[in-house]
Structures are given as structure tokens and as C-alpha cells.
């Protein structure tokens, strides 16, 4: 679900960190930090500051959701046919959490999925854990950190403009997941799939067997020389 602070039943077309943004007078830049805003809050120049209004004013129009995004799983994460173009929007609802596909998965070039990227380019989403953002809205210097870090990832990724990011955070601030998407290309955060796995131990166990089977030879040279 949407993580908001603004009072029920508000228009939609409240923003926050717009609202932020207008009592200071000043368009903020992507480098404010979490700390800055705290700063202005506790002086009393703002009101009605939120953890929310911080992220967004680094983040100029990006969707904040705090959900359990880990309960994603990375195979589900990867489909082509996985919504994920439901995270930039105001509200999600958390069965999303649970989908799960009904039928084979459409191709990187299907008409659909392609309009799905398009419909969402240059736009930036972020499903942060509902521990992680206890921990940030204690503490400043943590959400600072991870701002600053989720900042940094996004500049060093190599994508063309206009694409969009979905940015999934764990409990302790670490991208767990991603998608980068642009309208003829979609990259994932990927994980060891099942034969990889498999291959990587086999090549463990050979390599234990083999060096299991070069002990065994010293041991047994070294008895010999013992008993001549």
C-alpha cells in the first residue's frame, strides 16, 4: 500500500512534496538531503513535512510504496507478464504481492509489454520494506545513507534517457531488486536459477573430490616412506 501522510480522503492532486517545495519558496534540487528537510521542519519554516515529502524531493515525482516487496519472488519479478506497471501510481494494492501468472509468458517484443515500458518511461518507483522505513524515519543519517546510495546506483546504471526505474529496498536499505525499463529493452535484477545452482555445487563437490583424492595420494605416499 501507498505510504501517506496527508489526511484522508485528500485530492489526489495534493502533492506533498510539491506542498514542501511551495512553502519554502524554492524548487529543491535531486541532491536534498533527508537531513536538510528534518532541519527545516524542527525550525519551524515548514509544517506538515513527512519521511515521504524527503524521498520525494530527491526524487522529484517518484511513488514511494512501503510494502514486504521480498515476498516477490525473483522468478515472478522477472516475468514479462508481471504488472509492474501498477508501482508507478498514488496507491497499489499489497495483492500484488501474491500475483501470479495465468498463461505462458509473452515475449520481450509483444505488443502489450512493450506499451506496458512505454506507458511508465522516465518515471521512478520505490517498494520500500516496512522495516526499513521505521529504521529511516528514526533516523535520519541512515536515510540519508540509503537516499544517497539508491541515488548514486541509479546515475552508475547504464541506461539511455527516458527509461524508467522500479526499485525494490530491503529491510536493511539494499537493492534486493530492480527493473530498468525503456521501450525496447527491460532488464531485471537477475538470481541463480535452478540448473545453476545445481552446475555451481557440482563443480564444488568435483572440486573437493579432487583435492580430497590429492590428500589421500600424500597421506598414502607418506605412510610408505614411513614404513620403509
Keep these: 500500500m501507498r505510504f501517506d501522510f496527508g489526511v484522508a480522503g485528500q485530492s489526489e492532486a495534493y502533492n506533498p512534496a510539491k506542498q514542501y517545495r511551495r512553502n519554502e519558496g524554492a524548487e529543491k534540487s535531486d541532491n536534498t538531503s ?5 532541519a527545516a521542519k524542527a525550525s519551524g519554516r515548514i509544517a506538515g513535512t513527512s519521511f515521504m515529502d524527503a524521498w ?3 526524487f522529484p515525482g517518484s511513488y514511494y510504496h512501503v510494502m514486504d516487496g521480498t515476498k516477490i ?9 508481471f504488472p509492474f506497471e501498477k508501482f508507478f501510481s498514488d496507491y497499489v494494492d499489497e495483492s500484488i504481492l501474491d500475483w501470479r501468472p495465468s498463461g505462458v ?27 526499513l522505513e521505521e529504521k529511516m524515519k528514526r533516523n535520519p543519517e541512515l536515510a540519508e545513507k540509503v ?6 546506483w541509479i546515475a552508475r ?3 539511455e534517457p527516458g527509461c524508467s526505474y522500479l ?11 530492480f527493473c530498468v525499463t525503456g521501450p525496447l529493452r527491460i532488464s531485471h535484477s537477475v538470481t541463480e536459477t535452478g540448473r545453476e545452482k545445481v552446475e555451481r555445487l557440482h563443480e ?8 580430497n583424492a590429492v590428500k589421500r595420494k600424500i597421506e598414502s605416499r607418506l605412510e610408505n616412506i614411513l614404513q620403509e
Design 34 to 38: 533527508f537531513s536538510e528537510i528534518a
Design 56 to 58: 520525494q524531493a530527491r
Design 73 to 81: 519472488s525473483q522468478e515472478i519479478w522477472n516475468r514479462n507478464d
Design 105 to 131: 509468458e509473452p515475449s520481450d517484443y509483444d505488443s502489450a509489454v512493450i506499451a506496458r515500458r512505454s506507458s511508465v518511461a522516465g518515471k521512478k518507483a520505490f517498494i520500500v520494506h516496512p522495516a
Design 147 to 152: 537516499m544517497r546510495n539508491t541515488e548514486n
Design 157 to 159: 546504471y547504464p541506461a
Design 167 to 177: 526499485v525494490e529496498l530491503n529491510e536493511n536499505g539494499e537493492i534486493s531488486k
Design 204 to 211: 564444488k563437490y568435483e572440486k573437493l573430490a579432487a583435492e
